[in-house]
């Protein structure tokens, strides 16, 4: 699962997923735009390099990818990550328009407009990858996010399944990971801040009976990314201990 001499845009990578996801990217030899609507703070090294950006805005991720071709060439490969359910309610009763456009501007629109992008750079570069990214809230329902949260990031199947068909004979394979519950720093505080009887029924539910490691998330992207996945294409890999079972 190598990259060197590659460009890897990241989205959403000034995020806990996206950092870990960025790093893991720049070990195996990448070059990654980080592409955030977040402050990005320095890289360790020349291999990294920041791209504010709002996802939700078709022209900004135009201007996105070609500052990124122009500065870095490619992308051959692509990784959205920015989403979430970014401080919007989880209750229905709670839930106001302008969430549910935020919830699906940013995770599904968002998503849409770098895939679309970046397929001709790609195709240009000879191919590539891209990973989208769903959730396990897509699978079954969250007890954390919701309604909008759950619609979105089904949906990002969809637009992977769809895409996968239309960009496979430009040689593009497209793929979703699905994560379960990876205890971000974000999110690590607020799982510690728990009732002990709480965070053991979320520990109940995982099979493998333990919280991930980010690593855990990052091999499984870096390896639908890589020629080691090449000829997967339009899945959506469940990243999750097996809290999530399909038949
Ligand atoms: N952490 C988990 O347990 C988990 C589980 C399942 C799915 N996910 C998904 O993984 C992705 C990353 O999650 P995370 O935990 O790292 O969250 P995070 O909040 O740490 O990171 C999300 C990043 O997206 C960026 N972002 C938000 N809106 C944006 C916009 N309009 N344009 C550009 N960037 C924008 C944020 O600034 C942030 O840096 C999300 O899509 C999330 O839904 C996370």
């Given at each position: 699962m190598r990259f060197d001499g590659r460009t890897v845009v990241v989205t959403g990578g000034a995020g806990g997923l996206g950092r870990a996801v960025a790093a893991g990217f720049v070990e195996a030899g990448a070059t990654v735009a980080?592409?955030?609507?977040a402050g990005i703070q320095a890289g360790p090294g020349p291999h990294l390099r920041g791209y504010p950006v709002d996802v939700a805005s078709p022209a900004a991720v135009a201007e996105l990818m070609r500052a990124v071709h122009a500065d870095l060439?490619?992308?051959?490969v692509l990784v959205t990550?920015?989403?979430?359910?970014?401080?919007?309610?989880?209750?229905l009763a709670d839930i106001a328009p302008g969430d549910l456009d935020l919830v699906l501007d940013v995770n599904l629109k968002g998503t849409f407009y770098c895939c679309q992008a970046a397929a001709p750079l790609m195709a240009a570069a000879g191919g590539g990858a891209m990973v989208t990214c769903s959730s396990i809230g897509a699978r079954q329902p969250s007890p954390v996010t919701g309604v909008p949260y759950a619609a979105a990031k089904a949906a990002v199947g969809g637009l992977t399944r769809r895409l996968a068909r239309e960009l496979g004979p430009l040689g593009i394979r497209v793929n979703a990971v699905a994560p379960g519950l990876f205890l971000t720093p974000r999110l690590a505080e607020r799982f510690a801040a728990m009732p002990d009887a709480e965070r053991r029924e979320v520990l109940d539910a995982i099979p493998l009976g333990r919280m991930p490691e980010l690593r855990e998330v990052v091999d499984p992207v870096l390896f639908l990314a890589s020629e080691a996945a090449?000829?997967?294409?339009?899945i959506t890999l469940d990243v999750n201990g097996g809290r999530y079972l399909p038949a």
């Open positions: 980080v592409a955030d609507i060439g490619g992308p051959h990550l920015a989403g979430g359910s970014l401080g919007t309610p989880r209750d090449s000829f997967i294409t339009g």
